[in-house]
């Protein structure tokens, strides 16, 4: 649960169309609380201290505000980049000056809701009006069953189980809402993940290029792939372009494949002959690493042989 600020809330409230929002952190930080797929509330700051909507946490990254803006636009809550960094820099200890691009955290939320007037329940009793923070709750306990329950309801709009006893994901019908699916981020909050994760570099040629860089699918969304770390990689633009084709590709040890058709279609792609056999760079949690069943399947059925 985190504390919002009012006009951020009043500015996504009013455009219902934004279902994926950037709830931004002015110092930065990190963020390791949730993890994708569980809910995140917003309670707004004392005296209206309401519990205003929230969603589905999709990732945390760090960016460069510029790099936020040009990701989110106004689903960072402003109207436009002037207006996002005067809005951070009220929480700032020192304001952002003309031309500084401070790096700010940035939680991502997807299939957000705003709950209208009049249905904006009261936070927690234990919630302290003075908290700025957040709070994280453990439903596992028990004793927020029933808050949270409701709660849930409100975001889904209808009725809600959740097992206090099981996992948050747990299968049937309607556990089995694509909302409540776990690991699966928003399509914006994807991109920024990746590449936050692959530390602003390609995957394969190590190039920093930013305005270069893409995140690409593993397995595309349009035939059964999903918005997940693990179905992600970093890579430049006309590397990116090479994998989709299946000029390129990546075994299950992580080692970078090249298909003889680059030399006979192109007659050229020497750059990529001399990396073939080498490892790409991967993230060091290996639970952000490419998944090896998707990277087989992109060798299997992509990849030119």
Same mark, same amino acid.
């Given at each position: 649960?985190?504390?919002?600020?009012?006009? %951020? !809330?009043?500015?996504?409230?009013?455009? *219902?169309?934004?279902?994926?929002?950037?709830?931004?952190?002015?110092? #930065?930080?990190?963020?390791?609380?949730?993890?994708?797929?569980?809910?995140?509330?917003?309670?707004?700051?004392?005296?209206?201290?309401?519990?205003?909507?929230?969603?589905? $946490?999709?990732?945390?990254?760090?960016?460069?505000?510029?790099?936020? %803006?040009?990701?989110?636009?106004?689903?960072?809550?402003?109207?436009?980049?002037?207006?996002?960094?005067?809005?951070?820099?009220?929480?700032?200890?020192? *304001?952002?000056?003309?031309?500084?691009? *401070?790096?700010?955290?940035?939680? $991502?939320?997807?299939?957000?809701?705003?709950?209208?007037?009049?249905?904006?329940?009261?936070?927690?009793?234990?919630?302290? *009006?003075? +908290?700025?923070?957040?709070?994280?709750?453990? +439903?596992?306990?028990?004793?927020?069953?029933?808050?949270?329950?409701?709660?849930?309801?409100?975001?889904?709009?209808?009725?809600? !189980?959740?097992?206090?006893? #099981?996992? %948050?994901?747990?299968?049937?019908?309607? $556990?089995?809402d694509p909302r409540l699916?776990?690991?699966?981020?928003?399509q914006q909050s994807f991109?920024?993940?990746?590449?936050?994760?692959?530390? &602003?570099?390609?995957?394969?040629?190590?190039?920093?290029?930013?305005?270069?860089?893409?995140?690409?699918?593993? &397995?595309?969304?349009?035939?059964?792939?999903?918005?997940?770390?693990?179905?992600?990689?970093?890579?430049?633009?006309?590397?990116?372009?090479? $994998?989709?084709?299946?000029?390129?590709?990546?075994?299950?040890?992580?080692? +970078?494949?090249?298909?003889?058709?680059?030399?006979?279609?192109?007659?050229?792609?020497?750059?990529?002959?001399?990396?073939? #056999?080498?490892?790409?760079?991967?993230?060091?949690?290996?639970? &952000?690493?490419?998944?090896?069943?998707?990277?087989? %399947?992109?060798?299997?059925?992509?990849?030119?042989?």
């Amino acid at each position: 649960m985190g504390v919002t600020d009012g006009e %951020w !809330r009043s500015f996504l409230a009013a455009r *219902p169309q934004i279902n994926e929002v950037n709830f931004w952190r002015p110092g #930065g930080g990190s963020f390791k609380t949730l993890t994708p797929g569980e809910p995140f509330f917003f309670k707004s700051r004392y005296p209206h201290n309401r519990i205003v909507g929230g969603g589905f $946490f999709s990732g945390f990254a760090k960016l460069r505000l510029s790099e936020a %803006w040009g990701l989110f636009g106004e689903a960072n809550g402003a109207g436009s980049l002037a207006d996002m960094a005067r809005d951070i820099g009220k929480y700032r200890r020192d *304001p952002i000056g003309p031309g500084e691009d *401070p790096v700010i955290g940035c939680i $991502f939320i997807r299939d957000t809701v705003f709950f209208p007037d009049g249905r904006q329940p009261e936070p927690p009793p234990e919630f302290s *009006p003075n +908290l700025t923070q957040g709070k994280t709750y453990d +439903l596992s306990t028990g004793r927020h069953f029933d808050y949270f329950e409701h709660l849930t309801k409100l975001l889904l709009g209808g009725e809600v !189980r959740v097992d206090p006893e #099981g996992t %948050w994901h747990r299968p049937g019908p309607v $556990f089995g809402d694509p909302r409540l699916r776990p690991q699966r981020l928003g399509q914006q909050s994807f991109k920024a993940v990746v590449l936050d994760t692959y530390s &602003r570099r390609c995957a394969i040629t190590d190039s920093k290029l930013r305005p270069a860089l893409q995140a690409a699918h593993i &397995r595309p969304v349009a035939v059964g792939g999903e918005h997940r770390i693990d179905n992600g990689m970093l890579l430049r633009a006309d590397v990116h372009i090479l $994998f989709d084709q299946g000029y390129l590709g990546v075994d299950p040890k992580y080692r +970078l494949l090249v298909s003889r058709r680059l030399r006979d279609d192109f007659g050229n792609g020497e750059q990529f002959y001399a990396r073939a #056999g080498t490892q790409i760079a991967v993230p060091e949690q290996k639970a &952000r690493r490419p998944d090896h069943d998707l990277l087989e %399947w992109h060798t299997d059925t992509v990849f030119q042989h």
